[in-house]
Structure formats: structure tokens, C-alpha cells
């Protein structure tokens, strides 16, 4: 899988690995209710299993980010077989009793998370051609987010009896997944090594930050990325009042993602080629606006399934856009970059999901702050102008790395 210069061998491989990392983190999420009851835990302790991967990443985003600029073939290959040990640990869980090795298999996996996530962008800087580029982290990102579709499709066989099914299945696909991509890294050479920064954690964020690109493109993941999550989260008891049944929800769920999952393997390298990033951002922007406003005021089944379904579209593709931006903006810190949206996607995550959560009993207020949220960043976006296709590259003396 080489040619002209190009190594695609690790970016396919780690669109698997990172699939059934991914898939780890929510195949419980959907189930909370149902889980609870087969493991004989409080709903509290099962949503943990979900909550501890966005904390996990606000704790280890910036070291898993600085790492990977140290030695990527290294570090990534580390989190993908620390992924695959995690699934392997849950199987422990396999009995309704077992909800400890459950527990101890998600933290491994959620710690593993920061190192495959911040692996994005530099992946497509080390293995392929500058004008590949967006192409190689639209394909990446495009198997994360297919991770959170094998998760809702796998969650529908959850419950007494075909728990144990659910984690064989997870853990074999994310051992094999994890195995293709240590394989590719270990075989593929390097055809861009690269530079990379010497500089420490906090002087890395300072220096992004005072990019008003960075600065912006924080702020939007911030409210993008948490929104996402809050619907992934809450759609189905904000939906429940309006007739939408538990088994139509996930449906509907499963049609979001799926639409973003290909939308976001599609869109990113079209957007890149033709200077759309702007329109792009807004576009989403606008069309979450407009969906969580007509599920605040006309909420049902046809109206939820429509609405969401151009969330995922139009609103997804916008974290790849996002992190092809970061790419070119931080040069040789690519790594730290994407790592610093990363960070900023799951703190709004907890950030606004936390809101929409204590508003279920009131799904329209819900469903209205989430706009106003998506609404209030759109104008962060629109001040990008005339800047997202600029490169500028942090002025810091590189140290250069081969592996």
C-alpha cells in the first residue's frame, strides 16, 4: 500500500485499532439502564464506564501529545496494545458478577485513548504527501467515528445472557484491529520523518494558543464536539416525553453517527482541496442550530430522525476540517496541536453534557440551550476568515527524530 511516496499502511491500520477503541468507550452507553441491571450496579457506576474516557483524556491528552512527537511509531503502537489488553481484561466480566475486571478493562482503555487520538494528524505528516494529507486524516478520523457506529450496532445485543457475547466480539475486533496497526508500523518506514518541537508542555500550549487560528478552532471543537456528545448522551430520555421509544432512539443514534462516520471520511479532503473550510464550520454550525430548535419545539420520531441525521452529516465532518487545519498550523507540533482539540472536544463534552443532563425533565429547555450554545460559536467561526488556508508554523528550534 505504497506509492509515490506514501505509506498508507499505518493510517489503515489505525482506522481499525482506533474503531475498536473507540468502540470500547460507548457499547455500554446506549445499554446504561439494562447493564445496571445485568451486573447488579447502580446506573451511576455503568455511566462511569463512559465518563472516565473523557476525563482520562483532560489528564493525558498533553504528555500522550508530547510523546508522540518524541517517537510515534513507539507510542502509538504502546496505546493500541494497551487498547487490546483492556478489551482483553473485560472479559472477565463475562459473568454478571464481574463488573470489578469490567471496570479495570475500561480505564486501560481509556487511558490508551489519548495516544491514539492525538495520533491523528501526525500519522498523515509522517506517511504521506502534503497534498495526501487531508485525505489520510479524513480516513483516520473517519474509522474513529465508525467506532462509535460498531458501538451502537453492538449495544443492540446487550442484556442478560449476551453480555459475554458483546465483549468477546469487542475485544477480538480490537485485538485484531490493534495487531494490523503494530504490524503496519513496524514494517513502514518513515518517507517524512519530520521535525519536532523541544519545548515543555506548558510552554507547547502557550505557544498554540497565541495562534488566533488555534485559539479558535478550540473554542469551536469546544461547543461542536460537546454537543455531539450531549445528543449521543441524552437524545433518547430527551426524546422518551415526545413518544420516541428507547429502540427507535438508538435507531435514530445509530443513523447520526453513521452519517457522520461517511460524511467525515468524504467531506474533509473536498473542503481542503477547495478552501471550504469556513463554509464548512458554519454550515454545521447553523444546521445543529436549527435541528436542536425544531426538537425544542416540534419533537417526534420523523423530526428527530431527520434532524440528527443532518447533525452527523454536517456537523462531524467538522472535527477532521479542524485537525487538517491544526496540521499545517503547528508544523513540526502537529502531535501537541491536535492533542490541545482533542482536549478542548471532551472537556466540552463533560462541559455541556453535564448541562443537557440536568435538564432532562425539561427536554424543550434542553433541546434550546444546546442551540444557543452551537449559536454563540457560530460567530467564532465566521472571525477565521481569510486565515484557516493560511500555514503558519510555530518559530521554535525543531530536534530532529528518525524512527
Not at 131 to 160: E, H, W
Request: glycine share 12%; charged share 10%; aromatic share 6%.
Amino acid at each position: 500500500m505504497r506509492a509515490s511516496g506514501n505509506s498508507w499502511a499505518p493510517l489503515a491500520g489505525f482506522a481499525l485499532a482506533s474503531s475498536g477503541n473507540q468502540m470500547a468507550w460507548l457499547v455500554f452507553a446506549p445499554v446504561t439502564t439494562g447493564a445496571a441491571a445485568h451486573f447488579h450496579v447502580p446506573i451511576s457506576s455503568v455511566g462511569l464506564l463512559s465518563e472516565m474516557f473523557p476525563l482520562a483524556y483532560i489528564v493525558l491528552a498533553m504528555p500522550a501529545g508530547r510523546a508522540l512527537d518524541r517517537s510515534l511509531k513507539g507510542w502509538l503502537g504502546a496505546g493500541a496494545a494497551l487498547s487490546a489488553i483492556g478489551t482483553l481484561v473485560r472479559l472477565g466480566g463475562m459473568s454478571s458478577a464481574g463488573f470489578g475486571w469490567i471496570l479495570a478493562g475500561q480505564a486501560l482503555v481509556a487511558a490508551s485513548q489519548p495516544l491514539m487520538l492525538n495520533s491523528i494528524t501526525m500519522l498523515a505528516r509522517r506517511y504521506l504527501r502534503e497534498q495526501d494529507r487531508p485525505t489520510g486524516i479524513a480516513v483516520c478520523s473517519g474509522g474513529t467515528f465508525a467506532g462509535f457506529v460498531l458501538a451502537f450496532l453492538t449495544a443492540a445485543l446487550l442484556g442478560p445472557g449476551r453480555a459475554g457475547l458483546v465483549l468477546l466480539v469487542g475485544a477480538a475486533y480490537a485485538v485484531a484491529g490493534s495487531a494490523v496497526l503494530v504490524v503496519a508500523l513496524w514494517r513502514s518506514p518513515l518517507p517524512f520523518p519530520g521535525d519536532v518541537a523541544r519545548a515543555p508542555d506548558g510552554a507547547q500550549v502557550r505557544r498554540l494558543l497565541a495562534d488566533p487560528v488555534m485559539r479558535g478552532l478550540v473554542a469551536f471543537v469546544f461547543v461542536g464536539f460537546g454537543v455531539f456528545v450531549s445528543l449521543t448522551t441524552w437524545a433518547q430520555p430527551l426524546l422518551q416525553p415526545a413518544g420516541v421509544t428507547a429502540a427507535v432512539a438508538d435507531t435514530i443514534l445509530i443513523s447520526m453517527v453513521l452519517a457522520g462516520a461517511v460524511s467525515s471520511a468524504v467531506f474533509p479532503p473536498i473542503v481542503a482541496r477547495r478552501g471550504w473550510q469556513l463554509p464548512a464550520l458554519v454550515v454545521g454550525g447553523v444546521t445543529t442550530v436549527a435541528a436542536c430548535t425544531v426538537l425544542a419545539l416540534v419533537p417526534g420520531v420523523v423530526d428527530a430522525g431527520v434532524s440528527l441525521s443532518f447533525v452527523g452529516l454536517l456537523l462531524l465532518p467538522g472535527l477532521p476540517v479542524m485537525l487538517e487545519v491544526a496540521e499545517r498550523r503547528c508544523g513540526h507540533e502537529a502531535a501537541a496541536g491536535a492533542g490541545l482539540l482533542w482536549l478542548a472536544g471532551n472537556a466540552g463534552g463533560i462541559a455541556v453534557a453535564v448541562v443537557a443532563g440536568l435538564l432532562q425533565s425539561s427536554p424543550d429547555w434542553a433541546f434550546t440551550v444546546l442551540a444557543a450554545v452551537v449559536l454563540l460559536a457560530v460567530p467564532v467561526a465566521t472571525r477565521l476568515r481569510g486565515m484557516l488556508t493560511e500555514v503558519d508554523v510555530p518559530a521554535v528550534e525543531p530536534v530532529r527524530v528518525e524512527e
